[in-house]
T-cell receptor, first 111, second 117 residues
Framework: DQQVKQNSPSLSVQEGRISILNCDYTNSMFDYFLWYKKYPAEGPTFLISISSIKDKNEDGRFTVFLNKSAKHLSLHIVPSQPGDSAVYFCAANQAGTALIFGKGTTLSVSS | GAGVSQSPRYKVAKRGQDVALRCDPISGHVSLFWYQQALGQGPEFLTYFQNEAQLDKSGLPSDRFFAERPEGSVSTLKIQRTQQEDSAVYLC??????FGGGGNEQFFGPGTRLTVL
């Protein structure tokens, strides 16, 4: 059973608008959550993270929100740019254990 | 180099052949991880090294998979008697510390795409 789920395989957004990527998890013991971005033929690149003691972390155009009661996190990209087009992976873990990744969401930003 | 490098980038093997995949982590990174990414899936953990010690190999799918990091830097993932289901991208990642979180974010290489015919 998947512990980290990204239920939307793809998302299309216009340049300048907000992109919202969602992730759900089932393990309430997770204490760290990360987002990775992946371009074709490259490895995933770390984007932003949040610990379970916070509910929001912001880094430039990227903000991650964590709702522990709903076991849900989201990544907001504002404003979206064509260069943001990539596959976005949500990942989570408990301290000292392996990262568990979702299946990814492909974001397409059109100009 | 500045990042994690992996070689070869692409490998085609006939079923039953042995393959060896190499990972050069970021200099000074203590931790090294191997992941397997099947088509349309996220990376799945295979094994973890801290320096030369293999601390977790719980994700290795069978005893045909073997990993080593003898001097605590370069690592090799070996797959013996390859099967078609082994076809995937094999990703290597390194971090300063442990599994991730609190500054221990993992940095990934470009991966090796293995195709078993």
């Amino acid at each position: 059973d998947q512990q980290v789920k990204q239920n939307s395989p793809s998302l299309s957004v216009q340049e300048g608008r907000i992109s919202i990527l969602n992730c759900d998890y089932t393990n309430s013991m997770f204490d760290y959550f990360l987002w990775y971005k992946k371009y074709p033929a490259e490895g995933p690149t770390f984007l932003i993270s949040i610990s379970s003691i916070k509910d929001k972390n912001e880094d430039g155009r990227f903000t991650v929100f964590l709702n522990k009661s709903a076991k849900h996190l989201s990544l907001h990209i504002v404003p979206s740019q064509p260069g943001d087009s990539a596959v976005y992976f949500c990942a989570a873990n408990q301290a000292g254990t392996a990262l568990i990744f979702g299946k990814g969401t492909t974001l397409s930003v059109s100009s | 180099g500045a990042g994690v490098s992996q070689s070869p980038r692409y490998k085609v093997a006939k079923r039953g052949q042995d393959v060896a995949l190499r990972c050069d982590p970021i200099s000074g990174h203590v931790s090294l991880f191997w992941y397997q990414q099947a088509l349309g899936q996220g990376p799945e953990f295979l094994t973890y090294f801290q320096n030369e010690a293999q601390l977790d190999k719980s994700g290795l799918p069978s005893d045909r998979f073997f990993a080593e990091r003898p001097e605590g830097s370069v690592s090799t993932l070996k797959i013996q008697r390859t099967q078609q289901e082994d076809s995937a991208v094999y990703l290597c990642a390194s971090s300063l510390g442990g599994f991730g979180g609190g500054g221990n974010e993992q940095f990934f290489g470009p991966g090796t795409r293995l195709t078993v015919l």
